[in-house]
């Protein structure tokens, strides 16, 4: 059940990666959609990360992963079950931003934190953190940018999260095999 778990990182990836490029041609009449996708997809990926962070060895474990996927299936949970798609399509510029920035922190810390063996995927995550973190602060602090961001970046920004998802699908596989051949 573990591996079929495993498997959901890279799906979810995909599909975050799939969503951005299909909101990349209707910015505007897509935000709605966006809302009900994004909480589909932050469930998945939250599952997942949760679930791998169970599975995986105590001395591989990361608290960071365990953050980042509870507080993206808390995130998920609300988008799918709160009150009005669209008060949520409303607000969502400012919420996604509060997302963008804790998951590119948590993707800032965990690479930090790794071991210097994997440094590719450890550079790979960092750079990724760091634009995942810049792109979330300027959307929580200027409104007109948010909407704007929201609108037009946001393609841009699932299609990263959707990198990073898989990559750490990668990780996860390396440190399986290191653990299995150690």
Do not use: C
């Not at 998920?76 to 949520?88: D, E, L, N, P, S």
């Not at 996604?96 to 590719?120: H, L, N």
């Not at 960092?126 to 979330?136: D, E, F, K, M, N």
Request: proline share 3%; glycine share 12%; no cysteine.
């Amino acid at each position: 059940m573990r591996k079929a778990f495993k498997w959901l990182l890279p799906a979810a990836g995909l599909g975050i990666i799939a969503l951005g490029v299909a909101t990349i041609f209707t910015p505007i009449a897509g935000i709605v959609v966006l809302a009900i996708f994004f909480g589909i997809a932050m469930l998945v990926s939250g599952i997942s990360e949760i679930v791998s962070f169970a599975g995986a060895e105590k001395s591989s474990r990361s608290g960071m992963l365990l953050a980042s996927g509870i507080l993206s299936t808390l995130f998920g949970i609300w988008v799918m079950f709160g009150r009005g798609i669209y008060a949520i399509a409303i607000i969502l510029p400012f919420i996604f931003a509060v997302w963008v920035m804790a998951s590119g922190i948590t993707r800032i810390v965990d690479s930090v934190s790794r071991k210097p063996e994997g440094s590719k995927m450890r550079t790979g995550a960092l750079v990724i953190g760091i634009l995942t973190s810049l792109s979330g602060f300027a959307l929580l602090f200027n409104p007109i940018l948010s909407a704007g961001i929201v609108a037009f970046i946001v393609p841009f920004m699932l299609i990263f999260h959707g990198i990073g998802t898989i990559q750490l699908f990668f990780l996860l596989l390396k440190a399986e095999k290191q653990s299995s051949n150690g």
